[in-house]
């Protein structure tokens, strides 16, 4: 069974910090996909980041970066310089890499980011 | 409109009534899923759809819970007889379904279930 844990229920930091959110995840298989949602106040979900298994490289998106470590199930994600704009609840999430079509998604419990002035 | 649409926003229900939940993908996606979202928690897988085969269910609480696509797109979550503990935010989500979109899934805003 897959399972993803995020033990960081909530943060608050101040503007201009930077701040890490820890991910990590449990399957037994071998090929699987990674991601990184963001939950607005509005509800809807929306899409950061996929990362392979097979791709450990670290990536950077402006502001925001990921590290995948393979060897500790982690998937980390990190923001520099934090704005308000950044207030939100974050969630991991893990699928298994099938062929052909989508795979469904398990989600963490999630982050709450709070990010005062 | 480009993204997922779920109607209504807000739904609330006496304990015991019928309910239907509408989501609209984004057009040509072959992939739908149902997710439950309780308060303070990630989202929970519910079912799956390619086109109009629904291939996993395992994820629905009950024989409480049904869901349709029966022409490939719109797709309607219904649950009978609804108690408290359905009380959620039901989130559709849908996904090209190709090599390149695999895995990707796109939200839509969800469905505010209270029973009361």
């Known amino acids: 069974a897959q399972k993803v844990t995020q033990a960081q229920t909530e943060i608050s930091v101040v503007e201009k910090e930077d701040v890490t959110l820890d991910c990590v995840y449990e399957t037994r298989d071998t090929t699987y996909y990674l991601f990184w949602y963001k939950q607005p106040p509005s509800g809807e979900l929306v899409f950061l980041i996929r990362?392979?298994?097979?791709?450990?490289q670290n990536e950077i998106s402006g502001r925001y970066s990921w590290n995948f470590q393979k060897s500790t199930s982690s998937f980390n994600f990190t923001i520099t310089a934090s704005q308000v704009v950044d207030s939100a609840v974050y969630f991991c999430a893990l699928s298994e890499a099938n062929t052909g079509t989508a795979s469904k998604l398990t989600f963490g419990t999630g982050t709450r980011l709070q990010v005062t002035l | 409109g480009a993204g997922v649409s779920q109607s209504p926003r807000y739904k609330v229900a006496k304990r015991g009534q019928d309910v239907a939940l509408r989501c609209d993908p984004i057009s040509g996606h072959v992939s739908l899923f149902w997710y439950q979202q309780a308060l303070g928690q990630g989202p929970e897988f519910l079912t799956y759809?390619?086109?109009?085969?629904?291939?996993?269910k395992s994820g629905l609480p009950s024989d409480r819970f049904f869901a349709e696509r029966p022409e490939g797109s719109v797709s309607t979550l219904k649950i009978q007889r609804t108690q408290q503990e359905d009380s959620a935010v039901y989130l559709c989500?849908?996904?090209?379904?190709?090599?390149?979109?695999?895995?990707?899934?796109?939200f839509g805003p969800g469905t505010r279930l209270t029973v009361t």
């Open positions: 989500a849908s996904s090209p379904g190709t090599s390149l979109g695999l895995g990707e899934q796109y």
């Open positions: 990362r392979n298994s097979f791709d450990e």
């Open positions: 759809f390619q086109n109009e085969a629904q291939l996993d």
